[in-house]
């Protein structure tokens, strides 16, 4: 029982910190359930900066009033921090200069002539005065590689990070993965190289590296189990006719079989015609039960697996068997929010003796 690493959606792009910790990398739609409009965003060609002045998301952001124009002569003595503090240096350098000039010339005889080259070579001399600039960080170089992951930073992990940290990880020991989108995305670094297969990039891990593989591979098996009992659940109580949707899915279902936006109440009425036509159902786990992880989406966690399903069906008087593949979204309360039979295999009906 396991969640299938080496499949999986887009990753995304943006890293946040938070407690001095970095995470990511996650999509646009995922990062907007965890910041604020202080919390400090980056990302590949920009440096890090406040996600409430990122246009991508201060549309989303509703960030508290700003204060009123201060205006610039309390700026040059009362600087606020902020990305033009190495200008503002440059400007009171350069009035400071030209007062010393002024003063000179006023006391000699021979005027000192102040020119554009003059203000500009003053001004050059304040190069050396910078905003430190962000270097582009990553998780693996920040967290995976150099420390252990404490245990109440890993509960704090979703799926998706689990999933994109133990990739993060495979990836640096040159992992091929089977998915060619994650290929692609990995090797968009110089420093990736696919050429080993899982054992030899797991046997080349260093202590650090091991003991956080290990620890996110056991969250990992968490999750599985969690998904586990939620669907062994679910078709136990269609079997023995006990089934209520309220204990399984969300109040409101974007998806249903074929049905978009639906209630646990719209379930519940579906599920009659069921046993109407689906006689003494029962579903039972694919031997390799294997949970293959797609993508998340404010929050929602999609995954798919398979199983074999059997009943009698009444319109057809005949016994159907069949391997099913079923994708189904987990919000954050671990309720259904998303349901499709998404493949049908070996389908075949047989008489049922009389």
């Not at 029982?1 to 910190?17: A, D, H, R, V, W």
């Not at 508290?64 to 990305?83: G, N, Q």
């Not at 400071?96 to 000039?101: R, Y």
Request: one cysteine or more; glycine letters at 4%.
């Amino acid at each position: 029982m396991s969640i299938k690493i080496n499949k999986g959606g887009e990753l995304g792009k943006y890293f946040y910190s938070k407690d001095d910790v970095i995470y990511g990398p996650i999509k646009l739609d995922e990062l907007l359930q965890r910041v604020d409009e202080n919390t400090l965003v980056f990302y590949n060609g920009i440096d890090w900066t406040k996600a409430n002045e990122l246009p991508e998301l201060k549309k989303f952001i509703h960030d508290t009033p700003r204060p009123p124009v201060i205006p610039v002569e309390e700026i040059l003595y009362d600087a606020p921090k902020s990305s033009n503090k190495a200008f503002l240096y440059l400007i009171i350098i350069a009035l400071i200069i030209l007062g010393v000039i002024y003063l000179i010339s006023k006391k000699n005889t021979n005027p000192v002539e102040i020119t554009a080259d003059s203000v500009s070579n003053a001004i050059d001399t304040t190069s050396l005065i910078a905003s430190p600039v962000a270097a582009p960080v990553d998780a693996y170089t920040t967290i995976l590689s150099v420390r252990k992951i404490g245990k109440e930073q890993l509960d704090n992990l979703t799926l998706s990070d689990l999933i994109i940290y133990q990739n993060d990880i495979l990836a640096r020991h040159g992992y091929i993965f089977e998915s060619q989108s994650e290929i692609d995305h990995y090797k968009a670094n110089n420093w990736y190289n696919p050429v080993n297969n899982y054992l030899a990039a797991t046997s080349s891990f260093s202590d650090i590296e091991k003991y956080n593989f290990n620890a996110i591979q056991e969250k990992l098996n968490v999750f599985s189990t969690e998904i586990r009992t939620i669907v062994t659940s679910y078709f136990q109580s269609i079997s023995d006719k006990s089934f209520n949707a309220t204990n399984f899915f969300a109040e409101k279902v974007d998806y249903f079989i074929t049905k978009k936006n639906v209630t646990p109440w719209d379930i519940n009425e579906e599920m009659k015609s069921h046993y109407n036509e689906f006689v003494d159902s029962k579903f039972t786990f694919a031997e390799d039960f294997e949970i293959t992880y797609h993508e998340s989406i404010a929050g929602t966690n999609y995954v798919s697996f398979k199983g074999f399903f059997e009943a009698f069906r009444a319109s057809k008087n005949k016994k159907q068997e069949c391997l099913v593949t079923i994708k189904i979204g987990l919000n954050r309360n671990n309720k259904i929010v998303y349901y499709k039979e998404e493949k049908i295999e070996n389908l075949k009906f047989t008489e049922v003796a009389q």
